[in-house]
């Protein structure tokens, strides 16, 4: 397939090897646009391979409008899915989830109630279910919960496992991925983008970069290109659980911001408890203890074997809507730049960046970005 913009007849630089960034890449190959992905370490080396795995629309924090876009993102995993692993040629272990919000008092109600509105908005598969039901469905579920919003259209995979499929698929396609390989600036020529300077002295000629940097994103904008954007690095806790030959868990369940949900391999992940030592954040004692009483308390029938902890950041950006589009003032410069939920919303962010680029498509979330308004200093 040839594209249909004039100025992706280049090669396109993705600059970044988590999951937005690889997904990029192999939706821009599979248009057949020429691309090289650059990554300072490797596909899911940092917050990627360390999250949950979950697409999940709502997170349990969400408004109406992000589990609508987390809808839609669920529907281009599906879609994307098949095509990944047939040529990632990699087991990533997913798996359909069902979820429970649960709710043990009158508030936590009001809150799942309105989860569940939002989840039926979006056309999404989501019921009420009474504390009884939630235990038949669930034996080891605690007697305090009154019931929940329960959503029964979500997918799980090893996100390793699944980057390293990914990483293959988009090589399949012709993406090119240069691992361990920093960017340290951007060339411009005139008002465009026109080279990606790496450490190691080497220039990538380009037509057009996409910056899909993450947390560092403020960093390289403002060491960059001179641009100052509300990003700052979102650090997390978490744990994964080993239960043994336990049975694992019928369905997921979120409670007090902690998603609970069992992996095919075995492992319970539960998380995240937000560290604000951002960057450097790393894994406590206090924040284990403190995952493990949230599981203990609401699934007290889960009996840990072993426990790993896990320490990740990701981006927060303002009101947690992505940064995504062209960066103004800057020609062939584009952010694919999630908040919080990346995993989720990589495919959405694939798509959209795709689209606009080869066809000029400016999806809705593009226009609510906080990029738009971006300015140079």
């Known amino acids: 397939m040839t594209t249909t913009n004039e100025n992706l007849s280049g090669t396109v630089v993705v600059i970044g090897g988590g999951v937005v960034g690889c997904f990029l890449a192999y939706r821009l190959a599979s248009e057949g646009v020429s691309v090289t992905l650059v990554e300072q370490e490797g ?7 360390n999250s949950a795995g979950n697409i999940q629309p709502g997170s349990g924090d969400d408004d109406t409008y992000k589990i609508a876009l987390g809808a839609e993102s669920l529907s281009i995993w599906r879609n994307q899915l098949p095509r990944i692993k047939e040529t990632g040629k990699i087991d990533y272990l997913e798996q359909d989830v069902r979820y429970l919000y649960a709710a043990t008092n009158d508030q936590e109600e009001q809150i799942s109630r309105q989860i569940l509105s939002d989840l039926n908005a979006a ?22 919960i009154i019931g929940g919003a329960f959503h029964q259209d979500c997918i799980q995979m090893d996100p390793k496992l699944f980057m390293a499929a990914l990483a293959h698929a988009a090589e399949s396609e012709g993406v090119r991925i240069l691992r361990r390989s920093p960017a340290v600036g951007l060339s411009i020529s005139g008002d465009r983008v026109s080279s990606v300077a790496l450490q190691d002295g080497n220039y990538l000629e380009c037509s057009s970069v996409v ?12 060491e960059w290109l001179g641009y100052n954007l509300p990003v700052v690095p979102h650090g997390l806790q978490k744990i994964h659980i080993n239960l043994g030959s336990a049975d694992p868990l019928n369905c997921a369940v979120r409670w007090n911001s902690v998603n609970i949900v069992c992996r095919r391999d075995g492992l319970v992940h539960a998380g995240s408890k937000f560290d604000p030592a951002g960057f450097d954040t790393k894994p ?45 003032g800057t020609d062939g410069v584009y952010l694919a730049v999630p908040s919080t939920d990346g995993f989720l919303m990589s495919a959405l962010l694939a798509d959209m960046t ?10 809705q979330l593009i226009k609510k970005s906080p990029l738009a308004q971006a300015k140079p200093r």
């Open 284 to 328: 406590t004692n206090d924040v284990r203890d403190w995952l493990l009483d949230q599981v203990g308390t609401i699934v007290p029938g889960l009996q840990p074997l072993g426990v790993q902890t896990i320490a990740a950041f990701a981006a927060s950006t303002p009101n947690r809507i992505p940064l995504v589009g062209q960066l103004p």
């Open 354 to 363: 795709t689209k606009l680029m080869v066809n000029g498509q400016i999806h």
């Open 43 to 49: 596909p899911g080396a940092g917050a990627t391979g």
């Open 123 to 144: 056309g999404l598969k989501a019921e009420w279910v009474d504390g009884p039901t939630a235990r038949k469905i669930e034996p080891r579920l605690s007697d305090s």
């Open 211 to 222: 910056l899909a940097t993450g947390a560092w994103t403020p960093q390289v904008l403002s």
